[in-house]
């Protein structure tokens, strides 16, 4: 069964940082791609960062390139998200994702971030 777990999200002030984690089961996550998406209050949910199965290649939402970093450790079957100098605008619910086939039916509970002062 996949499962896909999200934690690490909270509340942080305006320029802070915070580390999601997605911690993956169910499937073979060493060769899939991942993805992190967020969904803020009445908006569409949104891609904000891909890698590779391998993690050498990585691609960035223009919202967050430069402070947003994706990365996994195949070993422990885990995606990151290092999140650095947070706006506002980056509050929403975030996901991972692999989005390959059936597997990329499966969604997490996610993980709220919320940037406020």
């Known amino acids: 069964q996949v499962q896909l777990v999200e934690s690490g999200g909270g509340l942080v002030q305006p320029g802070g940082s915070l580390r999601l984690s997605c911690a993956a089961s169910?499937?073979?996550?060493?060769?899939?791609?991942m993805r992190w998406y967020r969904q803020a209050p009445g908006k569409e949910r949104e891609l904000v960062a891909h890698?590779?199965?391998?993690?050498?290649?990585?691609n960035y939402a223009d919202s967050v390139k430069g402070r947003f970093t994706i990365s996994r450790d195949n070993a422990k079957n885990t995606v990151y998200l290092e999140m650095n100098s947070l706006k506002p605008e980056d509050t929403a619910v975030y996901y991972c994702?692999?989005?390959?086939?059936?597997?990329?039916?499966?969604w997490g509970q996610g993980t709220q971030v919320t940037v406020s002062s």
């Open positions: 890698i590779s199965s391998s993690g050498g290649s990585t």
């Open positions: 994702n692999a989005p390959r086939g059936f597997v990329a039916n499966y």
């Open positions: 169910g499937f073979t996550f060493s060769t899939y791609a």
